[in-house]
């Protein structure tokens, strides 16, 4: 790389060129120029030289060569968020993690930024992502008036922290049996809609509430029918998004 | 490099056509654009938008070189694209019938699709309805609205490994004639793309 510098060398010639003050200031002048660095605030339009500083959208440049163009802005570096299965143990205020079930194949990426002073023992506040949906689509039946499972579980999601979280869920119900009451549990919490007819179907869908759950509780949608008959359910889903965790 | 120690980024300009150096790491240089950077770095982060002046909808996403999917960029942050038709849209009996609104995927990837809408049916019969990105994906999820009368209906599903430019939309099934769609709701979230 060659550094061009603002200095302009003495036309030198032998015989001729006085060594006087004159032309050994220029020297030294020269050399205090090229060794020091002139910090010169905003940037504007103008002629700058190699050791220039200046200040261009909020971040302080340099001048590595003799240049009129305005700062380009580098690349910026990788976010330094921590990315990973587990969130950091020992986070400062304000810090930034994703949380993800897998870092080579995630199905969620939640972020989340640490809220040193929440009175919440979770601090870890989402600030980004999308649910977590989990879907069964079998159509499945059940004479059981509790809830139980059907042939193939769930969907169901295990919750990776202790933390507050919104959990929707739905499913198409249909009884065998009119005036029967279908059943839908998501974690303990039922829900019920009643059979119009026979074998109609019907979709339904429900948000629960902000519920504090403990890591590593499984939340499950099980199924039921009231006052007899056969429940069918199918195009079962569930969806889990975290508002904060421990 | 005498005088001080300069912040060089991992992917360093340069030097030959270099005028400027930053002297700390660039702050604010996030991209923000249509399209997600061609070469990205492990970790980046970038701010995708159907437009830069007047967006609809800005999801961020991190590059994670790491994963063994082709959809390297994971959705971190945003809110959901989000579009209501409040005309009366009738369903074509017999045949998945997508209804406004749309919208157009703009990368490949893994999406969390939902739709809802009210069905109104004039006689005792049946209609189904869901999000879709085509015909035979709607009809696979098989969602039934019964009852003679007006129905709200709501699902989400995740649509996985979708081309980019698919058009996304509800779909609706009539059994018979005279059964519509009414405030017909899409919402489109991203969960990873390429």
């Not at chain 1, 050791?51 to 910026?76: F, H, K």
């Not at chain 2, 770095?41 to 970038?46: K, P, S, T, Y």
């Not at chain 2, 999801?59 to 960029?73: D, E, L, M, P, V």
């Not at chain 2, 749309?102 to 739709?115: H, M, N, Q």
Request: glycine share 10%; net charge negative; with cysteine.
């Amino acid at each position: 790389v060659s550094l061009v510098a603002h200095y302009v060398p003495n036309a030198w010639t032998d015989n001729v060129t006085p060594v006087d003050k004159a032309h050994m200031d220029k020297i030294e002048n020269g050399l205090v120029e090229a060794a020091d660095l002139y910090y010169l605030g905003d940037w504007s339009a103008g002629t700058y030289k190699e050791g220039d500083i200046v200040v261009y959208n909020g971040v302080a440049y340099i001048a590595v060569r003799q240049t009129s163009a305005a700062p380009v802005p580098w690349p910026p570096a990788p976010s330094p968020t921590v990315y990973g299965t587990t969130l950091p143990a020992s986070p400062v205020d304000g810090q930034e993690a994703i949380l993800v079930d897998s870092v080579t194949n995630p199905s969620y990426q939640w972020r989340f930024r640490y809220n040193a002073g929440s009175s919440s023992g979770y601090k870890w506040e989402l600030v980004g992502g999308a649910p977590a949906l989990v879907p069964v689509f079998a159509a499945e039946t059940t004479t059981s008036a509790p809830y139980v499972d059907l042939a193939t579980p769930g969907p169901s999601f295990t919750v990776p922290r202790s933390g507050d979280y919104y959990t929707s869920f739905g499913a198409q119900g249909a009884g065998s049996l009119k005036g029967s009451v279908l059943s839908l549990s998501c974690g303990g919490n039922g829900f019920n809609w009643a059979v119009p007819d026979v074998n109609y179907g019907s979709l339904v869908s429900f948000s629960d509430a902000v519920r504090s759950i403990n890591a590593s509780t499984v939340v499950k949608l099980q199924y039921g029918i009231n006052f007899g008959g056969t429940g069918t359910f199918q195009q079962r889903w569930l969806q889990v998004m975290p508002r904060r965790v421990a | 490099m005498t005088d001080l120690d300069l912040a060089v980024p991992l992917a360093a300009p340069n030097p030959a056509t270099t005028d400027w150096v930053p002297l700390g790491a660039t702050q604010g240089a996030m991209a923000y654009g249509t399209s997600l950077p061609a070469s990205p770095l492990d970790g980046q982060l970038a701010v995708l938008v159907d437009s830069v002046t007047n967006p609809t909808y800005q999801w961020q996403f991190r590059y994670n070189a790491g994963s063994t999917s082709a959809y390297k960029w994971e959705f971190v942050g945003g809110a959901p694209f989000s579009a209501v038709d409040s005309s009366t849209q009738a369903l074509t009996v017999s045949v998945w019938t997508g209804v406004l609104p749309t919208f157009t995927l703009p990368r490949a990837g893994d999406y969390v699709l939902g739709a809802s809408g009210m069905l109104r049916n004039a006689t005792d019969t049946t209609a189904q309805f869901g999000p879709g990105v085509s015909a035979a994906f709607a009809a696979g999820g098989g969602r039934v609205i019964g009852g003679w009368d007006s129905s709200l209906a709501r699902e989400n599903v995740r649509a996985n490994a979708q081309t980019a430019s698919t058009v996304v939309r509800p779909f609706g099934y009539a059994a018979t004639t005279g059964i519509t769609a009414v405030n017909a709701l899409l919402t489109v979230l991203p969960v990873r793309v390429s």
